[in-house]
């Protein structure tokens, strides 16, 4: 289901960190470089690699539109780049010089935040590239950051084990150790679990650390309520610390990468391995999903990149595969209640259970019985169920007509011709997606939640799968 495609060796030393953006891989190095790959065939751009640090490099990340490029350093700089052209748009130093080890892009592409080896996490306005905000912890290096899809939210990793959580103007709202003996990464999951009242924002959270864990967290955050971080689970499988942890696009895998020098793939909804990838040869450094295709990258202290691909024939398609293979009609109770607390629905397990609500019972579900005879009032709770529910209904007919799910358009549920990305981050077909942001739909088809660009960009990676696809099974 997973094979090893390329192998990437231009590193002179340790590589550090890998990123996506929808058409190029970009990796950067203790060597100093930021080297830059095209996602068509994987040869590096004419202007790469990109040099300016006079020090390891330690991550890089593309601006959700992928045109820029951010890389931070023990030099205690952070720049940005063209990612097309290579050229080098702005020189940010972080207050007091110490080394950046993180960077990472807000949804909106308006801030950057950096954290540093002195606890400062910095966030810089990505236009004028002027120091917006800052702030710090108290016990040790920030190593990690990651915003919430809203950009309401940054979270912050410490080597002191402390996840600590920021609001939008960098007021601490939470800080909590979260790993004994230090975080090492931590990522949102893409997606909100669910929308609920007006105001509400739901995510999940992975956080990884040299306590040889990683822990999954709930993430709510409302301005009437306030904030609340919760724990809901741990995955183990790794045998030493880990290193590196990133969602897939669709939120419903999650790679890690050990000092054990394996990779392992995990289905977020039954928390089980998916895939242990053994091919690297030294610790594990980063791993990155591609945004919308079926591409894995891992980094190593080997200084070497692989890219892995996902099986074409038998793509993944989220936690509920296996039963959406059985159909979800012969579903049992308890497979709709796998089925719900895969969806952030918990809290519905239970009304569910008590009406007897099996596979052929879900599928009949409407929002008035939902008010009427499973009696749940919240509106939010009801839309959400039944969008849900419709994505089932979707991926059922996808499933039963052979066409691999990412192929297919969310809006018009067909076969995608011409593919573009928009910037909520999902492929569409172009016509369908410029007719709805003509119908003055500035809100994302998928998540509902506010376009931060009108851009489509093409997805040429998705259109060569799909011509590949289509030569293998129409002749």
């Known amino acids: 289901m997973v094979k090893l495609i390329r192998t990437l060796a231009d590193h002179g030393d340790d590589v550090s960190c890998c990123a996506f953006s929808p058409s190029l891989l970009a990796t950067c190095s203790l060597d100093k470089t930021i080297r830059l790959y095209s996602l068509s065939d994987f040869a590096e751009l004419p202007h790469s690699p990109l040099k300016f640090h006079t020090y390891a490099v330690h991550c890089c990340c593309f601006s959700p539109s992928g045109h820029v490029l951010a890389s931070c350093s023990t030099d205690g700089t952070t720049v940005l780049w063209g990612a097309h052209s290579g050229q080098s748009l702005a020189v940010m130093e972080q207050p007091g010089g110490s080394p950046v080890r993180v960077c990472c892009f807000s949804p909106d592409s308006a801030y950057l935040a950096s954290g540093a080896a002195d606890g400062s996490v910095v966030l810089w306005n990505a236009q004028s590239y002027k120091l917006y905000r800052c702030g710090s912890v108290k016990d040790g290096s920030l190593v990690a950051c990651t915003f919430s899809p809203d950009g309401s939210l940054l979270v912050t990793g410490s080597s002191g084990g402390d996840l600590t959580v920021w609001d939008d103007r960098m007021r601490c709202l939470h800080s909590e150790k979260a790993h004994d003996l230090g975080i090492t990464c931590c990522d949102f999951a893409p997606q909100p679990l669910s929308g609920g009242e007006q105001g509400f924002q739901f995510y999940r959270l992975a956080s990884c650390g040299q306590d040889c864990e990683i822990k999954l967290w709930f993430v709510s955050f409302t301005r009437a309520l ?31 990468g050990s000092v054990d020098k394996s990779v392992i793939i995990y289905d977020i909804a039954t928390q089980s391995v998916l895939h242990t990838l053994t091919q690297h040869t030294r610790y594990v450094t980063t791993c990155a999903f591609a945004p919308n295709t079926l591409l894995l990258a891992t980094g190593s202290m080997d200084k070497t990149v692989n890219i892995w691909q996902f099986d074409l024939e038998t793509p993944y398609q989220g936690g509920m595969n296996d039963q959406l293979k059985q159909l979800v009609e012969d579903w049992s109770e308890e497979d709709v209640s796998t089925w719900l607390r895969a969806q952030g629905l918990e809290d519905l397990v239970a009304i569910f259970q008590m009406n007897n609500i099996d596979g052929k019972e879900l599928l009949h579900l409407t929002k008035e019985s939902l008010a009427g005879d499973l009696k749940i009032e919240s509106l939010g709770l009801r839309s959400k169920v039944m969008r849900s529910i419709e994505e089932l209904r979707a991926k059922m007919d996808s499933l039963s007509s052979g066409i691999p799910d990412e192929f297919i358009c969310p809006i018009t549920r067909e076969l995608m011709k011409d593919p573009v990305i928009a910037s909520d981050g999902y492929s569409y077909e172009r016509e369908a997606m410029e007719n709805w942001i003509h119908k003055k739909k500035r809100t994302s088809p998928m998540t509902n939640l506010v376009l931060p660009s009108l851009v489509l960009t093409p997805n040429r990676t998705l259109k060569m799968a799909i011509n590949r696809w289509l030569e293998t099974h129409q002749k």
Do not use: N
């Open 226 to 256: 306030g904030f609340e971080l919760k724990y809901k689970s741990t995955l183990r499988g790794h045998c030493a610390p880990i290193l590196a942890c990133a969602f897939s696009h669709d939120g419903q895998m999650l790679v890690s």
